[in-house]
C-alpha cells in the first residue's frame, strides 16, 4: 500500500503519458523479461489475479516522472481491466506495490545498482532484481529482499521466493534460436520450468510416443487375431481329417 502524502484530485492511467518516448537500447531488455511473462502465461494461465509488465511506466506521483523497470509482477492486482489492456501502472489505482522488479543491465548503464535500488527500495518493492551478463567478477543476477525497509542482497542461484510462490534464476538455454544465459522461472526443489517451446516439443514427444504405443498395440491385437485364424483353420482341418477317417469328432471320448 502507498504511504506517499499524494494530491487530492489525481490523474487516472488513461490520463497520464504511456511512454517517455526513449527507446530500448538492448535486445535483452525485451527478450529477458518476455521469456519471464511467456512462462507464467502457461504456468498461471487459470489465474486472473496478476500482472507482469514489461517496459510498463509505474506511477507513484502524478507530479513526477514514472520508473520504468525492464519488467515488473504484480500479484492481487487484475489480469485485464478490458481489452485496451493497461497503458501503465498507476499506484493510488492499483494500490498495490509490484511485488517484483526486474532490471536488465545495458551496455549503457542506468544507475541500476545505485539510484534505481534506492528508488525501488523507497517504493517498498518486495523483490528488486538486477541481470547483467556483462559481469566478470560478480554474479550476473543479483536478487535483493527487502527487510525492516532496506535491500539485503539474496545468496543462491535459483533463489527461491516465497511470497510469490517461484524461484528465480538464470542457466544458460536457448530462447528465440539464440543460445545463451537466460532467466528462468524454479519450483521450490529448484527445478527450471520450461519455455514455451520445450514444452510444446515435451508434449509432441508425448504425443508421438502414445501414438508409437496405440501403434504397437494394435499390431500385437492384428498379431494374436491372426494366430487365433490360424489356429481356427487348423482345428478345422483336424476335423475334416476325422471325419475322412470315418471318426465323428462330435462324439470323440
Known amino acids: 500500500m502507498l504511504e506517499y502524502n499524494l494530491p487530492r484530485y489525481l490523474p487516472s492511467a ?9 527507446p530500448v537500447d538492448n535486445e535483452l531488455q525485451e527478450l529477458i523479461p ?11 494461465s487459470e489465474r486472473m489475479d496478476w500482472l507482469f ?3 510498463m511506466g509505474i506511477y507513484y506521483h502524478p507530479d513526477k516522472p514514472p520508473v520504468v523497470p525492464d519488467g515488473f509482477l504484480s500479484l492481487g492486482v487484475e489480469r485485464f481491466y478490458d481489452e485496451e489492456l493497461r497503458p501503465s501502472y498507476v499506484l493510488w489505482d492499483e494500490n498495490i ?3 517484483f522488479v526486474l532490471e536488465v543491465v545495458s551496455q549503457n548503464y542506468r544507475k541500476e545498482y545505485t539510484t534505481k535500488l534506492d528508488e525501488y527500495e523507497a517504493l517498498g518493492v518486495l523483490y528488486y532484481v538486477i541481470y547483467s551478463s556483462r559481469r566478470r567478477r560478480k ?10 525497509g532496506k535491500y539485503e542482497l539474496q545468496e543462491g542461484n535459483p533463489v527461491w521466493l516465497p511470497e510469490i510462490g ?3 534464476g538464470c542457466e544458460k538455454g536457448n530462447y528465440c534460436g539464440v543460445t545463451r544465459e537466460w532467466m528462468y522461472w524454479y519450483d521450490e526443489q529448484g527445478q527450471r520450468y520450461l519455455t514455451p517451446a520445450e514444452q510444446i516439443k515435451q508434449e509432441t514427444q508425448r ?14 491385437a492384428q498379431q494374436d487375431a491372426q494366430r487365433a485364424e490360424v489356429a481356427e483353420q487348423r482345428v478345422q482341418q483336424l476335423i475334416e481329417q476325422l471325419r475322412a477317417l ?3 469328432p462330435d462324439n470323440l471320448a
Open 246 to 248: 470315418g471318426i465323428d
Open 97 to 99: 506495490v509490484p511485488i
Open 14 to 22: 488513461e490520463e497520464l503519458p504511456d511512454s517517455d518516448e526513449t
Open 34 to 44: 518476455g521469456l519471464l511473462k511467456a512462462i507464467l502465461l502457461i504456468l498461471w
Open 53 to 55: 509488465g514489461i517496459d
Open 166 to 168: 517461484l524461484g528465480i
Open 207 to 220: 504425443a508421438q510416443q502414445e501414438a508409437q504405443r496405440a501403434q504397437q498395440e494394435t499390431q500385437r
Open 139 to 148: 554474479p550476473h543476477l543479483e536478487i535483493h529482499k527487502l527487510v525492516n
